[in-house]
């Protein structure tokens, strides 16, 4: 039996009981739950990640909802505690849930929610970021500066890649693959490449219409091509960036097979899940050609990285940040606040998830809806008429 888990709690009084295993940033959330009669229970556990252990003794006999973190294992044992405690609500604090078994909550009713709409942007900057500095070796370039070795300009001094006119190629061209695709093709002129399962039509729009206006204004124009197979974008890219969801599908997508069909000078970025790259064969693929540059988010084995990984100069590593604005995670937490607290009070779902805006107006109240909820046919919740 886990030990009881340290908690702070707001509105000890309020009818519905609402937990979150972590500290969200903002008050928003915090104070929405409360103007609609909940309890709000905030675990404050020194430990970052709870064990499914923790979990169940946080939600104890009686709980009406939960916000939980894609670090957690929400699985059958998870939803079971919830159901038994009389729970029909759990939202993920992140878009992606590859860690929710949403069949499991569907055998128990649990509404699934998660927090589009609030991080495209965000995260898209971060994978152009990671895209720029490791094009231009900014990394390598500033522990060289801090280490005391620069002794005067030099005309090899960390030559990286010129971005300009070269091309970008997106794996998964759903939100953020698409908000990538436009700043790199509006902010460095680069073409485009991309691999999804559907078209991504109002991409190509964007691309057309850019190349219509630097044609007009007598630039060469920016082209876009649909790949019929991720290995064309491999063969043809010089900068790829990956953004499917994990699944089953997209397990080891970039394999040592898929490497080796990349540019020697190619730079693959990965702001979507660690596992879809074998970060094995990746360290093996950087070592064999170290002109070869990644920027990397996340990692097969969170928190660690594969061995000789953090060894290697032409790879960039930081730790699963690329949502990290304070703007975005206030307004995760508060989508992951409104789509429990919506279950809760029998809200209908939004109709549209990825236009979340009316959520996240401080001057005015949310509508009564639940932003975005993944299983909501599953479990039969109506669509709002708002
Ligand atoms: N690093 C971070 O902090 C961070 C932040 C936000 C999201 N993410 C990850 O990014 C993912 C994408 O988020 P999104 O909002 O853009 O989701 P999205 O659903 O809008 O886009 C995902 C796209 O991947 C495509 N896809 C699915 N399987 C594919 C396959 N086998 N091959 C090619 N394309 C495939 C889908 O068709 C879809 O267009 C999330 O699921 C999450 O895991 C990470
Ligand atoms: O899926 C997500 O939302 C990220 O990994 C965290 O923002």
């Known amino acids: 039996m886990a030990k009881p888990v340290q908690i702070e709690v707001w509105n000890p009084n309020g009818k519905y009981r609402v937990v979150s295993t972590k500290p969200m940033p903002g008050t928003r959330w915090i104070n929405l739950l409360i103007q609609q009669d909940c309890r709000v229970e905030i675990c404050t556990q020194n430990k970052t990640i709870l064990s499914v252990e923790d979990i169940i003794a946080l939600i104890g006999d009686k709980c009406d909802g939960v916000i939980g973190q894609l670090t957690e294992d929400w699985g059958d044992a998870l939803f079971s505690a919830l159901s038994k405690a009389g729970g029909k609500a759990f939202s993920n604090m992140a878009v992606g849930y590859n860690n929710v078994d949403v069949n499991a909550a569907n055998r128990y009713g649990v509404a699934v929610g998660n927090t589009p709409g609030v991080l ?22 500033d522990a060289f500066m801090r280490g005391g070795l620069y002794e005067g300009w030099l005309p090899h001094l960390f030559v ?37 399962l559907y078209q991504a039509t109002r991409l190509e729009k964007f691309v057309t219409a850019y190349g219509q206006f630097l044609k007009a204004n007598g630039e060469q124009p920016v082209t876009w091509k649909r790949a019929s197979s991720m290995d064309e974008v491999l063969r043809e890219a010089d900068v790829i960036s990956l953004h499917p969801v994990l699944d089953k599908t997209t397990y080891h997508l970039v394999n040592k097979e898929r490497l080796a069909v990349m540019k020697k000078e190619a730079i693959l970025v990965n702001c ?15 070592k ?10 996340v990692f097969e ?39 429990v607290l919506g279950k809760i009070k029998g809200y209908p779902i939004w109709s549209n998830p990825n236009s979340v805006e009316a959520f996240l107006d401080e001057n005015s109240p949310p509508p009564a809806a639940c932003p975005s909820i993944v299983n909501a046919k599953a479990i039969g919740l109506p669509v709002s008429k708002l």
């Open 120 to 141: 495209t942007e965000t995260t898209a900057e971060l994978a152009a970021t990671l895209s720029v500095a490791a094009a231009r070796r900014i990394v390598e370039a």
């Open 160 to 196: 990286g890649n010129l971005l300009k006119r070269q091309t970008v190629g997106v794996i998964g061209a759903g939100r953020i693959g698409s908000a990538y695709a436009r700043m790199m093709v509006e902010g460095f002129k680069m073409n485009l490449i991309y691999y999804d």
């Open 272 to 286: 979507s899940r660690g596992p879809v790259i074998d970060e094995v064969a990746l360290v093996e693929h950087l």
């Open 288 to 297: 064999a050609n170290p002109m070869f540059r990644v920027g990397l988010d």
């Open 301 to 339: 084995d969170e928190p660690y990285m594969k061995p000789g990984l953090a060894d290697m100069k032409n790879a960039i590593v930081v730790p699963h940040i690329a949502s990290a604005s304070k703007w975005t995670r206030e307004g995760m937490a508060t989508l992951a606040a409104l789509n």
